[in-house]
């Protein structure tokens, strides 16, 4: 028997009614597979500055640092809206990824055949399904660059300064490279080398990175092409491989391919182990507490922690196998539900994916 820590960021909004369910999936696959996984509550976000006037306490961040690993709902809400720029619950995301040295985040895009016909595009191009991995870097690049005001060529300008090192860039690939090889061994490399110095760097690293995957092949790509070949042509790709603001927008445009973004996980990972994984959709403050929310996108996140964190596949691919049944036997919550289905709440698709497994 196995025992795993986790670290439970609850959140705001629907975030403690996802993270209930994704709970209860986890302590499903604790009794199937004599696992034990003990969960800790603790504050970030918006109900961190209620409670504590701070968005992310130190007390927090230290029982992420000791956990196995992290488990997060939503933070953030308009009730937040006018707190301090270094107090916004947005803050508290930055501040785990730095102080848990997240580096890559990791999104799948996959099409359920069951949710087939949410998808935007026409259905010969998803056809049997889609399954796209992108690998963001996530602490470097121009979100994390110098930044501020001169006097320029035309009066007064803001500047924001992209730069990449070469270990950014090395450890981002390795982890690109190691997961293709999980999949198909495809990695897309996306870039604008033929604009950026910085991206001429990127594709360099790269490229010396993938001699030590010779059975992985590398493509370059430039990020507008691939977000053309995005919606032109998915079924490309396998892994993509990106820097921090072109991953944020080529993640986004994936997200909205498979349907629905109540649906879709991630996992933020560092040199060790542990992670933070969490749902892409947001806090969702409208719905809160009315027992609607789409509560797959965090028991799918559930299923990548027990996969990147913990080595546990085949309990990862039970949960997966489980969500897909679900759907298959028509059950939706409100987000996705269309003609003929059976509409159930939160609560309700999470015992059904726990009675599946």
Request: proline residues 4%; negative net charge.
């Given at each position: 028997?196995s025992?795993f820590q986790?670290a439970?960021?609850s959140?705001d909004?629907?975030?403690p009614?996802?993270?209930e ?10 009794e199937?597979?004599?696992h034990?996984f003990?969960f ?6 918006g109900?961190?500055?209620?409670a504590t006037g701070k968005?992310l306490?130190?007390e927090t ?6 956990a ?5 709902g939503?933070?953030?809400?308009p009730?937040?809206?006018?707190v301090?720029?270094n107090?916004?619950?947005?803050k ?9 040295g997240?580096?890559?985040?990791l999104?799948p895009?996959?099409?359920?055949k069951a949710?087939?016909e949410a998808?935007?595009?026409?259905p010969e191009?998803?056809a049997?399904?889609l ?9 470097g690049?121009?979100y994390?660059?110098e ?6 060529k035309?009066g007064k300008e803001?500047?924001d300064v992209?730069a ?5 860039i090395?450890r981002i690939?390795?982890?690109a ?8 061994k ?10 950026l110095?910085s991206?001429?760097?990127?594709r360099?690293v790269?490229?010396?990175?993938a001699?030590?995957y010779?059975?992985?092949e590398?493509n370059?790509?430039?990020v507008?092409?691939?977000?053309m ?6 079924k490309q ?11 944020d927008?080529?993640s986004?445009?994936?997200s909205?391919?498979t349907g ?6 991630s996992?933020s990972?560092g040199e060790?182990?542990?992670g933070?994984y969490?749902?892409?959709h947001?806090?969702?403050p409208?719905?809160a507490?009315?027992n609607?929310?789409n509560?797959i996108?965090?028991i ?5 922690m ?5 080595q546990?596949?085949k309990?990862?691919?039970a949960?997966?196998n489980?969500?897909?049944?679900v759907l298959e036997?028509?059950?939706?919550t409100p987000d ?6 059976k509409?159930?709440g ?12």
């Amino acid at each position: 028997m196995s025992q795993f820590q986790i670290a439970l960021v609850s959140g705001d909004g629907i975030g403690p009614e996802v993270t209930e369910q994704a709970m209860a999936v986890l302590n499903k696959i604790g009794e199937q597979f004599q696992h034990t996984f003990l969960f800790q509550n603790v504050l970030a976000g918006g109900c961190a500055i209620d409670a504590t006037g701070k968005c992310l306490p130190e007390e927090t961040l230290e029982c992420c640092k000791k956990a196995d690993s992290v488990l997060l709902g939503a933070v953030g809400g308009p009730k937040w809206d006018n707190v301090p720029n270094n107090q916004r619950p947005e803050k508290a995301l930055l501040g785990l990824r730095e102080g848990l040295g997240l580096y890559a985040n990791l999104r799948p895009a996959t099409i359920h055949k069951a949710l087939a016909e949410a998808c935007p595009l026409k259905p010969e191009i998803t056809a049997d399904g889609l399954d796209i991995l992108i690998v963001r870097e996530l602490t470097g690049g121009i979100y994390f660059g110098e930044r501020g005001y001169r006097e320029g060529k035309y009066g007064k300008e803001a500047y924001d300064v992209e730069a990449y090192s070469e270990m950014e860039i090395k450890r981002i690939a390795k982890n690109a490279f190691e997961v293709a090889m999980q999949r198909n061994k495809k990695v897309t490399s996306v870039d604008k080398a033929n604009v950026l110095e910085s991206s001429r760097f990127w594709r360099k690293v790269v490229t010396e990175v993938a001699k030590q995957y010779p059975q992985v092949e590398l493509n370059h790509m430039y990020v507008d092409n691939a977000a053309m070949q995005l919606v032109r042509n998915p079924k490309q790709f396998d892994v993509i491989v990106t820097s921090n603001i072109f991953g944020d927008i080529l993640s986004d445009e994936a997200s909205m391919i498979t349907g629905s973004i109540g649906l879709l996980p991630s996992a933020s990972l560092g040199e060790t182990g542990a992670g933070m994984y969490e749902p892409i959709h947001g806090s969702a403050p409208d719905i809160a507490g009315k027992n609607i929310a789409n509560p797959i996108a965090a028991i799918l996140s559930a299923a990548m922690m027990l996969k990147y964190s913990f080595q546990l596949d085949k309990e990862a691919q039970a949960i997966e196998n489980a969500v897909t049944a679900v759907l298959e036997q028509g059950y939706r919550t409100p987000d996705i539900f269309s003609e003929g289905m059976k509409q159930v709440g939160t609560k309700e698709m999470g015992e059904l994916i726990c009675h599946n497994i």
